[in-house]
């Protein structure tokens, strides 16, 4: 995960980010030890982060993933606030 040139981001079960790679600086404009502890919703757009939680509460409550994952795009947010 470290040398991979797509940016690795893991969270917890509270969406606190628990690891990035070293290519989330260069997508994200971040440097890994300033994400690790906040939320993952610090790289999305503000319309995106109460559908994330909303989401992410759902899953905890019901342990039912309803996004299949493949082939999803969303849109991130870098940390000058340009969207990517």
């Not at 982060?49 to 509460?57: N, Q």
Request: charged share 30%.
């Amino acid at each position: 995960a470290e040398t991979a040139s797509d940016a690795i981001i893991t969270i917890d079960e509270a969406s606190r980010i628990a690891f990035v790679n070293a290519a989330v600086e260069t997508v994200f404009g971040y440097a890994p030890d300033e994400l690790i502890g906040e939320n993952l919703t610090l790289l999305m757009p503000d319309e995106l982060r109460p559908k994330h939680d909303a989401g992410l509460r759902r899953y905890a409550a019901t342990n039912e993933k309803r996004i299949s994952w493949v082939g999803v795009e969303l849109t991130g947010r870098r940390k000058d606030g340009r969207l990517i």
